[in-house]
C-alpha cells in the first residue's frame, strides 16, 4: 500500500524492512561493538605505505553513517562518517560472502553501519577498510539532503540541528568546541579555588538583574514562580554561609526578545570571590578569557567575522561618562540638574520615558547610541550610574557605582560589581526598584525579604561578575550569530 503523504524515496525505504527482517535482520539495530574511532585509525596509519600497513596488520571495528556507496556489482566502496571523521570501506562478495552482501545491497545514504577489517591503502592512497564482516545497524526512512546543497535554509538548519550535524561538518565542530571552551574555564576558575554549585531554577522572586521574566505556575503551592533571570541572589547567600568563593554555570531564561546575540533561554556563568572587589573581576575575566583562548584555540589572536579580536593585550579601562565625553562631546561630570540632562537628550534625539528618574539613566542612553557599537578590541567600561545598578557598592561619587561591563566587537560579554553588602542600603534600592515598577519599569526587580535578611547577617566584601557563556563560545567559534553556538535555538512557528 502506497503511502500518499510520503516521497518516492521514502517510500522505498520503507518497503526495504520487510526485505532485512526476510534476512534475517533487525532493520534497526542491536548493540555493537567499536574497537576504534575514525580519527584513531586515521592518526595510526598517518603517513604509512601499504606494506608498513601490512605489517602492522591494524584490525578495526567502527560504526556510522553511510556518506557515499559506489556500487561496482561484486564490489563496491562506501563513505562512513563517526563521530571523529570519515573513512572509506572496501566491501567484495568473495570477502564478506553472499548473505551479508545482499544485506549490503538494500543500504541507502544515511543508514548506520558497523565495519570490520583490515586497514590497508587503495591504488589512489586513501586509507581504507578492507570489510571482513558488514553489519546493518540502523535503517534511515528519510534521505538526507542533497549532497552539495545541504540544508540551504538557515532556519530548517536550526529547527532540524540533528540533520545540520550530519551533513555539516562546521555546526560539528560548533558543537564539540562548546563544552571544550566551557570545561577550560571551569579548569581555570577551580584552579583559583572557586567552588562549582547549582542553584533552584524557579524563585518566588524576581530578582538579581533587570530583564522581563517568565512566569510559570506551580499547582501544590498555587503559587506562580519565575524562570530565573539570575543567578545573582542565591550566590551571594552562598556566601554569607561561608563559601567565600562560589561560582555557578547555568541557564537564565528572559521574556525578550530574539536577535544574533540574543536568545530567550541562554547560559552564563556567575562568580563571586569574598574578601574581593571590582579590580579582582577585571583581572579574572581577562585571564580567564586569554587562558581559554589559549587552551582550547591555541592563540590569543581570535578572528571573528573581519575583525581580529587580541586578547593577549591589556584590555581597556575606561569609565562610561570618559566614553560619552569621547564620542558625544558631552561631559556628564559637570555638575547639572536632571532638567537640564533632559534638555541635552532632547537635543541629541535622546528620548527620556517616564520611569527614568535620573541623569544616570540619561548617561547610559548615550552610551547605548553613541559608544557601544564601537567598543571593538576588549573594553571595559566602569563607574556605571547609581539609577541602573541596584545591586552595586557606591564609588566615592554616589553618584555612579563600582561597576564595569565588558564589551568586545561591539557586544556585552561580562558585567561586574564590587558587591552591595550593606542590607540598609540595599532595602532602600529595592524600594526604588518598586517606584521604578509602578512607573512602567516592567524590567525592575522586587523586594526580596529572605535575602536582606541574609544580609543582615552579615556578607563580606565581594567582587561579582556574570558572563555570557554563549557569547564567548561565538568569539571563539567566529560566528556572528548566537543560533549558531546554542544547539537547538529558541525559533518563531513556521
Not at 195 to 221: D, K, M, Q, Y
Amino acid at each position: 500500500m502506497i503511502d500518499e503523504t510520503l516521497t518516492d524515496q521514502e517510500q522505498v525505504r520503507r518497503e526495504k524492512l520487510d526485505k532485512y527482517r526476510e534476512l534475517g535482520v533487525d532493520p534497526f539495530g542491536q548493540k555493537y561493538e567499536k574497537s576504534h574511532d575514525v580519527s584513531e585509525i586515521l592518526g595510526l596509519t598517518k603517513g604509512k605505505t601499504n606494506e608498513e600497513l601490512e605489517t602492522l596488520n591494524l584490525r578495526v571495528k567502527v560504526a556510522g553513517r553511510i556518506m557515499a556507496i559506489r556500487r561496482m556489482g561484486k564490489a563496491s566502496f562506501v563513505n562512513i562518517k563517526d563521530r571523529s571523521g570519515s573513512i572509506q570501506g572496501y566491501i567484495g562478495i568473495d570477502i564478506v560472502g553472499d548473505r551479508a552482501y545482499e544485506v549490503f545491497r538494500l543500504a541507502d545514504l544515511g543508514d548506520i553501519i558497523g565495519l570490520s577489517g583490515r586497514i590497508m591503502l587503495t591504488r589512489t592512497g586513501e586509507i581504507t577498510i578492507r570489510v571482513e564482516e558488514y553489519v546493518h545497524l540502523t535503517k534511515a526512512l528519510r534521505p538526507l539532503p542533497e549532497k552539495f546543497h545541504g540544508l540551504t535554509d538557515v532556519e530548517e538548519r536550526y529547527r532540524r540541528r540533528y540533520v545540520d550535524l550530519i551533513v555539516n561538518d562546521e555546526s560539528r565542530r560548533i558543537a564539540l568546541l562548546r563544552p571544550r571552551i566551557i570545561r577550560a574555564m571551569q579548569n581555570y576558575f577551580d584552579s583559583q579555588g572557586f567552588v562549582e554549585v547549582e542553584t533552584s531554577v524557579l524563585s518566588p522572586i524576581l530578582g538579581g538583574a533587570n530583564a522581563r521574566p517568565f512566569v510559570t505556575h506551580h499547582n501544590a503551592l498555587d503559587k506562580d514562580f519565575y524562570l530565573r533571570i539570575a543567578t545573582e541572589l542565591p550566590l551571594k547567600k552562598l556566601m554569607v554561609g561561608g563559601i567565600e568563593r562560589v561560582y555557578e554555570i547555568g541557564r537564565l531564561f528572559r521574556n525578550e526578545g530574539m536577535d544574533t546575540r540574543h536568545n530567550p533561554e541562554f547560559t552564563t556563568v556567575e562568580l563571586y570571590q569574598a574578601f574581593g572587589d571590582l579590580q579582582d573581576m577585571r583581572h579574572l575575566a581577562e585571564n580567564v578569557l586569554r587562558e581559554t583562548a589559549l587552551k582550547v584555540l591555541g592563540t590569543t589572536q581570535v578572528p571573528w567575522g573581519d575583525k581580529i579580536i587580541d586578547l593577549g593585550s591589556p584590555f581597556r579601562w575606561v569609565s562610561m561618562v570618559e566614553l560619552v565625553k569621547e564620542k558625544a562631546g558631552v561631559d556628564f561630570n559637570q555638575e547639572m540638574t536632571f532638567e537640564e540632562a533632559k534638555a541635552i537628550a532632547k537635543k541629541h534625539d535622546i528620548h527620556v520615558e517616564k520611569h527614568m528618574t535620573g541623569i544616570g539613566h540619561i548617561i547610559n542612553e548615550f552610551f547605548d547610541k553613541y559608544c557601544e557599537d564601537d567598543l571593538i578590541q576588549p573594553t571595559f567600561v566602569h563607574s556605571y550610574p547609581i539609577e541602573i545598578s541596584p545591586l552595586t557598592k557606591m564609588s566615592p561619587d554616589p553618584r555612579f557605582v563600582e561597576r564595569f561591563e565588558l564589551f568586545v566587537n561591539g557586544t556585552e560579554f561580562a558585567n561586574a560589581y564590587t558587591e552591595l553588602n550593606d542590607p540598609l542600603d540595599q532595602k532602600e534600592r529595592f524600594l526604588a526598584q518598586l517606584k521604578a515598577k509602578e512607573l512602567g519599569d516592567e524590567e525592575a526587580n522586587e523586594m526580596d525579604t529572605d535575602f536582606l535578611e541574609a544580609l543582615e547577617y552579615g556578607m563580606p566584601p565581594a567582587g561579582g561578575i556574570g558572563m555570557g557563556i554563549d557569547r564567548i563560545i561565538m568569539l571563539m567559534a567566529n560566528q556572528t550569530s548566537i543560533r549558531e553556538v546554542i544547539l537547538f535555538p529558541c525559533m518563531r512557528d513556521k
